[in-house]
């Protein structure tokens, strides 16, 4: 009569240890470390820098309870000028920056080349200022 046996290999379990200290299990898709580590990669793309690998970490820990959203304005924000790789200072004053505005209050205010309501005139029409387009994004985060 055959039995099972028990030769089921059973496979060793490695042990890999991670090489990504900062990217944790128990992270959501839209943690501050995924939008670093995108928004980190476009910032190498545009300033043709690279990211350190030692730097990632600190701006991990540097941002780790930062709302995403925001983080991913802070960056874009940056970017649209930028002509070095951000510093994490860099990135933080912009925040600092949106969280006053924030505080402020939810009315929008008008840049001055826009309507009050944040149209600007192209063409035959109207379209979103840059600044209604940056409070509307806030407004979200
Ligand atoms: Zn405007």
Redesign the pocket.
């Known amino acids: 009569m055959m039995k099972a046996n028990g030769t089921t290999s059973v496979k060793s379990i490695k042990k890999s240890p991670s090489t990504l200290p900062e990217l944790r299990e128990t992270e959501k898709p839209s943690s501050p470390d995924l939008v670093l580590a995108r928004m980190l990669d476009l910032a190498a793309q545009i300033t043709r820098q690279e990211v350190q690998p030692g730097e990632i970490r600190f701006w991990s820990e540097t941002f780790q309870n930062e709302r995403p959203q925001l983080l991913e304005w802070a960056f874009r924000e940056y970017l649209k000028t930028a002509q070095f790789f951000p510093k994490p200072g860099d990135i933080d004053k912009l925040l600092k920056d949106i969280k006053l505005e924030l505080a402020q209050g939810d009315s929008f205010k008008?840049?001055?080349?826009?309507t009050p309501e944040?149209w600007?005139l192209v063409g035959g029409g109207v379209k979103r200022?840059?600044?209604?387009i940056k409070w509307a994004a806030a407004r979200k985060a």
């Open positions: 008008s840049c001055g080349k826009c944040g600007v200022c840059e600044c209604h």
